[in-house]
């Protein structure tokens, strides 16, 4: 049993960092049905590759088509909650752009198992192909739905990236997970600022301030605004106060520790940062996403929800910026900064 394929190579992925690992056969996602429901009741928003590459969500065999096996892999990142000032950003966001770091420790475990199997394939999944992860991660074992849909393990809680590992090897599966341990808890629910949760295991990402200040082009729908308070990009409320994540052991990957540069950042700053500015600070992290526009227009609505008048010069300069949505945050920030203070229009 000690020298099966199936457990050298979880003791391969823990070497390389990965938590948790667990087997689950290559089958159609449980939560299909569940994801195609989501996506017709318009969930999504304008995350208009979810639709484009929902059938292939289906089976895993979209990705790789010989698949037989799906690896499923945690890498914990958790961490003290960078701030900067009033100013937030989500965890898993401060260190190097995990999908770099994922990519890398993939490719050295594939390249393990094609050392110890010649010739066989695989394909490593890192939230760029249409793979139900969280399904994959349930089948294979690693934990279980929150009411949060966040898949939670019992000792890491939450705050791990998912990374699968599709190969054509036939592997034993781990048992899946069947149980459900949030019990009567829905902390979750009643703690989402913008209240995102429609009930329990559902989220409208539409009104989730991850969506808002990462995926969402455009302005942020006003009535929404107060509810992303300081958070400049993306959001933990829903993790920091689920029970399961009060004892969760700090992450050890070293790429993925705070970035100095992510550490102090100044929404009163960012509000003006340049194109060249934004591309020298933010490539190769999880910031990178928003591009320039969205950045400064998550900082207006920070200062916005945040600041005292000290911000307005800043935000002045902001009105007068080439970006309408730039511009228009700025004007919303301006007016809520002057409001507080009692200063009008
Ligand atoms: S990430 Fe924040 S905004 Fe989104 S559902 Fe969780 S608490 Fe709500
Ligand atoms: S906060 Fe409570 S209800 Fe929400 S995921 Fe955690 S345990 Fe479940």
Same mark, same amino acid.
């Given at each position: 049993m000690i020298d099966t394929l199936e457990h050298r190579l979880k003791i391969q992925a823990r070497s390389l960092g990965f938590e948790l690992a667990g087997i689950a056969a290559a089958a159609q996602a449980d939560g299909f049905d569940q994801f195609q429901d989501w996506l017709a009741r318009d969930f999504a928003g304008d995350m208009s590759y979810l639709r484009r590459l929902a %059938? +292939? =969500? =289906?089976?895993p065999a979209a990705i790789l088509p010989d698949v037989r096996s799906v690896v499923m892999l945690g890498l914990n990142y958790y961490g003290a909650a960078p701030s900067a000032g009033e100013a937030r950003i989500a965890r898993y966001a401060c260190g190097e752009d995990y999908h770099v770091v994922l990519r890398r420790k993939l490719n050295e475990l594939l390249a393990w198992v094609q050392a110890e199997v010649p010739g066989a394939r695989g394909r490593g999944v890192v939230d760029t192909a249409p793979l139900l992860e969280r399904d994959f991660a349930r089948r294979a074992g690693l934990g279980w739905f929150g009411k949060n849909t966040m898949l939670i393990h019992k000792r890491l809680g939450s705050f791990f990236f998912l990374a699968a590992l599709l190969l054509d090897l036939d592997l034993h599966p781990d048992a899946p997970f069947e149980a459900r341990h949030c019990g009567t808890c829905t902390a979750c629910l009643d703690a989402c600022p913008t209240q +995102?949760?429609? #009930? %329990?295991?559902?989220? @409208?990402a539409r009104r989730c301030i991850s969506y808002l200040t990462i995926e969402l082009r455009g302005p942020v729908a006003e009535e929404l605004r107060a509810g992303v308070g300081p958070w400049l990009f993306g959001c933990d409320i829903c993790q920091d106060v689920c %029970?399961?994540? =009060?004892?969760a052991p700090w992450g050890r990957e070293p790429a993925l520790q705070p970035h100095a540069d992510l550490e102090a950042l100044d929404p009163a700053e960012l509000v003006g940062i340049t194109d060249a500015e934004f591309r020298r600070r933010f490539r190769g992290t999880a910031l990178w996403r928003t591009k320039r526009q969205g950045l400064a227009r998550n900082a207006a609505l920070v200062l916005g929800n945040t600041a005292g008048i000290e911000a307005l010069p800043a935000l002045e300069a902001a +009105? #007068? @910026? +080439? @970006?309408p949505v730039v511009q228009e945050a700025a004007r919303w920030a301006m007016a809520r900064i002057r409001e507080r203070a009692g200063t009008g229009g």
């Open positions: %059938p +292939a =969500r =289906r089976h +995102a949760f429609v #009930g %329990p295991y559902q989220l @409208d %029970p399961w994540n =009060r004892k +009105a #007068g @910026d +080439a @970006d």
